[in-house]
């Protein structure tokens, strides 16, 4: 049984920073893509970035290229997202995710199995 917990939100002033970290276990992600997805209110969940966990391979939402990154510790099988220069577009509950087969680092939820339960950014002007 694959389980993601999510950490690290919290309110933030504009231009400020954080660190969510996103703990998996159950099972090696080593063949797995993984994922940052964001989920603001009445809108729907959005693609913010993945990694591949064995090449560490990465691809991101172009409004977050530059401010954001991902990367992962295989030591601690745990996800990061870095969030720097953050702007009131951001706040958003942010969801942690996994897909096991691989294949391509999707930007759809559909193809991701696993799913924490979010972490709430908020970022005040």
């Known amino acids: 049984q694959v389980q993601l917990a999510e950490s690290g939100g919290g309110l933030v002033e504009a231009g400020g920073s954080l660190r969510l970290s996103c703990a998996a276990s159950?099972?090696?992600?080593?063949?797995?893509?993984m994922g940052w997805f964001r989920q603001a209110p009445g809108k729907e969940r959005e693609f913010v970035a993945a990694?591949?966990?064995?090449?560490?391979?990465?691809r991101y939402l172009d409004s977050v290229k530059g401010r954001f990154t991902i990367s992962r510790d295989n030591a601690k099988n745990t996800l990061y997202l870095q969030m720097n220069s953050l702007k009131p577009e951001d706040t958003a509950v942010y969801y942690c995710a996994a897909d096991r087969t691989g294949y391509s680092m999707a930007t759809v939820p559909l193809s991701y199995d696993y799913w924490g339960q979010g972490t709430q950014v908020t970022v005040s002007s």
């Open positions: 990694i591949r966990w064995s090449t560490t391979a990465t």
């Open positions: 159950g099972r090696t992600f080593s063949n797995y893509v």
